[in-house]
């Protein structure tokens, strides 16, 4: 099992992208994308799972490239991004949150850790369930990303438990291998953009 974080985003405007639409890769995030891609082309994949947002879709779409017994990618909206009503707002505000708008949400309805927890973990029994003993990537986002990453290592639900410092980059992708029964036995980061331009 393989789950990545998608390319670096075209963000002029420096906002909190969130699930924002038409929010793709810049060329770099096509060049991380590509890296990636690379990575894994030697590992038959039987599946790509994607975040609906674009960002997501077109990493997984260059993943998809390189692997020609797959002929799509699926969509699947336990990947996607987290809500929250900060959205659309100056990173520099975030910056006077600490990054954390978990403590500090805008509104009653944003995600809080538990739900995107819950939802990425759905999302993994599904996938473990479907596809048992193969090699499978979802490409989702940063946020969720970390903390299902943090959840099956058994890390507090609490922000300084599951965001590293610094955050991880753009395009890292975990393997995560589980015995029969759901259990982690094994845990791996690579960041293979960096890995290439060593």
């Known amino acids: 099992m393989w789950l990545a974080r998608h390319g670096e985003v075209h963000n002029p405007s420096e906002l909190l992208y969130g699930r924002l639409p038409r929010m793709g890769l810049s060329l770099e995030g096509e060049r991380q994308a590509r890296a990636l891609a690379d990575f894994l082309a030697p590992r038959p994949l039987s599946a790509i799972y994607s975040s609906p947002l674009l960002r997501a ?14 002929r799509r990618v699926r969509i699947d909206s ?45 999302w993994l029994k599904r996938v473990l369930r479907r596809h048992p003993g193969s090699e499978v990537v979802g490409v989702s986002h940063g946020d969720p990303v ?53």
Request: charged residues 25%.
């Open 57 to 70: 879709r077109r990493t997984a779409a260059v993943i998809l490239e390189r692997q020609p017994g797959l």
């Open 78 to 122: 336990g990947l996607i991004e987290v809500r929250t009503a900060w959205e659309g707002h100056p990173l520099k505000a975030l910056e006077q949150i600490g990054w954390d708008f978990y403590t500090h949400p805008r509104d009653p309805e944003d995600d809080s850790l538990q739900i995107i927890r819950d939802r990425m973990q759905r």
């Open 146 to 198: 970390l903390i299902l990453v943090g959840s099956v290592q058994g890390a507090p639900l609490e922000p300084r438990a599951l965001f590293p410092q610094p955050y991880i980059e753009p395009a890292t992708v975990y393997r995560m291998r589980f015995d029969a029964n759901g259990a982690l036995h094994e845990i791996n980061m690579h960041v293979p953009h960096a890995q290439a331009a060593a």
